[in-house]
C-alpha cells in the first residue's frame, strides 16, 4: 500500500511502513524530504548546518578566556560550531590565550580597526562553509546563551541578518547617557537612509546567514555596524532586530567609541560614503533641486521688482544669485544622473562579485 499525505505543505510517503513522519512540526528550514522518481523510500536529507561565532578582540586576555568558555557547545538546528577569536594586532597574550581554549584565531600584523576585523572574518567564514556567523564582543557585556535568538530567525528562514536591539527597554544600566544619545542619533540617521525603522544599529552582538556574507563588500576599517545593516537593507536582504540583555562595566572604556566625537565623525562619513553608493539621485538630485529653486526665488522676486518698479535696482545682486544658484543646482543634477548611472554599473559589478564568490566558495 502506497500513500501519499501532506502536511503543512511538507509531502512523504508511507510505503508499507517504511517512512512515518507524523510531526510535521518538526520538518524545519533545514530539513528536506526526499524521494525517488516513482515517490518510493521517502528518507529525510538534514542539511549540516555550520555556526562560526566571531570574537573580534584587541587586547581581551583579562576576559577572552571566560567568554569562550561562557559559549554554548551545541545549539538547536546546529550540526558543527567553531569559535573564531580575530586577534585585531593584540599586544598582549589574547591569541595564545584563545588558542588554549581551542579556538580557531587569525590574526592581523597590527591594530587595523573592528571594520577591517569584520572583513576578515567574513573570508574566513565563507572559506570554511559557514552557514551562519554569529559577531559577539570578547569583553562579555553579552549572554552568550541568548545565541540562539540571533539564530533561529534564520534557522527558520524569517531574516537573513538579525541584530541585538540593547534599547528595547530605553537606557540600559550604567550606559553612559552621551553613548546612548549618540546611538539613538545614529539609528535615526540609518533608518532614514534604510527607510526602515531600526533603534539600535551600533550593537555588535549580531547573525548572518551565507547569502547575506557572500554579498557584503564592506569598505569601512573604522567600524563595519553601520555599513553593513545600510548595506544589506539596500540590496533587498531582510534585517531584523530582537531584544537581548547587555551588562556595562562603567570602568571600561569602548574600543570603538571612546571618543564621541571622533566615533560621530567617522561613523557618518562611513554612512554618507554609503548613502550616495547607493541612493546617489537622492542625495544628488535633491541637492540640486534645493539649489534650483533658491535660484527661481531670486529670479522670480528680481521680476516682480522689475514690473512693478521698471527698475532692477536696489536688487541686482539677486540676479547674480539666482544665475549662480540656478546654473550650480544644474550642475549638481547632471551629477546626480551620472551617479545614478554608475550606481547600476555599480549594482551589476557586485552581481558579479556576489557570483564569483558563490564560485569560489560554493559549498
Given at each position: 500500500?502506497?500513500?501519499?499525505?501532506?502536511?503543512?505543505?511538507?509531502?512523504?510517503?508511507?510505503?508499507?511502513?517504511?517512512?512515518?513522519?507524523?510531526?510535521?512540526?518538526?520538518?524545519?528550514?533545514?530539513?528536506?524530504l526526499c524521494f525517488n522518481k516513482d515517490g518510493y523510500n521517502a528518507y529525510v536529507e538534514t542539511k549540516h548546518m555550520k555556526l562560526v561565532i566571531l570574537i573580534p578582540a584587541f587586547n581581551e586576555e583579562k576576559n577572552i578566556i571566560q567568554t569562550i568558555n561562557s559559549i554554548p557547545k551545541s545549539f538547536p538546528g546546529i550540526e558543527k560550531t567553531e569559535i573564531l577569536v580575530l586577534d585585531d594586532g593584540s599586544k598582549d597574550k589574547t591569541a595564545d590565550l584563545a588558542r588554549l581554549t581551542g579556538a580557531a584565531v587569525?590574526?592581523?600584523?597590527?591594530?587595523?580597526?573592528?571594520?577591517?576585523?569584520?572583513?576578515?572574518?567574513?573570508?574566513?567564514?565563507?572559506?570554511?562553509?559557514?552557514?551562519?556567523?554569529?559577531?559577539?564582543?570578547?569583553d562579555g557585556q553579552f549572554d552568550s546563551a541568548e545565541i540562539p535568538l540571533l539564530v533561529n530567525p534564520i534557522l527558520n528562514k524569517n531574516a537573513d541578518m538579525v541584530v541585538g536591539n540593547r534599547f528595547t527597554a530605553g537606557r540600559?544600566?550604567?550606559m553612559p547617557w552621551i553613548k546612548y544619545v549618540g546611538n539613538q542619533q545614529v539609528a535615526n540617521l540609518v533608518s532614514r537612509v534604510c527607510g526602515k525603522r531600526f533603534t539600535d544599529v551600533s550593537c555588535g552582538f549580531r547573525a548572518y546567514n551565507r547569502e547575506t556574507l557572500l554579498r557584503f563588500n564592506i569598505y569601512g576599517q573604522f567600524t563595519y555596524t553601520h555599513e553593513t545593516i545600510i548595506s544589506a537593507v539596500l540590496q533587498g536582504l531582510k534585517v531584523i532586530e530582537v531584544p537581548i540583555s547587555v551588562t556595562y562595566d562603567p570602568d571600561r572604556e569602548s574600543r570603538v567609541a571612546g571618543s564621541i566625537f571622533n566615533y560621530a565623525s567617522r561613523t557618518s562619513k562611513i554612512?554618507?560614503?554609503?548613502?550616495?553608493?547607493?541612493?546617489?539621485?537622492?542625495?544628488?538630485g535633491s541637492a540640486g533641486l534645493i539649489c534650483?529653486?533658491?535660484?527661481?526665488?531670486?529670479?522670480?522676486f528680481l521680476l516682480i521688482h522689475y514690473l512693478l518698479t521698471g527698475s532692477?535696482?536696489?536688487?541686482k545682486?539677486?540676479?547674480?544669485?539666482?544665475?549662480g544658484f540656478g546654473i550650480f543646482g544644474l550642475i549638481v543634477l547632471m551629477i546626480a544622473l551620472i551617479s545614478d548611472m554608475l550606481n547600476r554599473m555599480k549594482a551589476n559589478q557586485e552581481k558579479i562579485l556576489y557570483e564569483m564568490k558563490k564560485m569560489r566558495y560554493g559549498k
Open positions: 500500500m502506497n500513500e501519499n499525505m501532506n502536511y503543512g505543505g511538507f509531502l512523504y510517503t508511507n510505503y508499507w511502513g517504511f517512512f512515518e513522519f507524523p510531526y510535521p512540526q518538526v520538518v524545519n528550514s533545514w530539513t528536506n587569525v590574526s592581523h600584523l597590527q591594530n587595523r580597526g573592528v571594520g577591517a576585523a569584520f572583513h576578515s572574518a567574513v573570508q574566513y567564514a565563507l572559506e570554511n562553509e559557514a552557514d551562519i556567523m554569529v559577531g559577539i564582543d570578547a540600559p544600566d550604567r554612512i554618507l560614503r554609503v548613502f550616495l553608493d547607493y541612493r546617489p539621485m537622492r542625495a544628488f534650483i529653486l533658491i535660484g527661481l526665488f531670486f529670479g522670480f532692477f535696482t536696489p536688487y545682486t539677486f540676479g547674480f544669485l539666482s544665475l
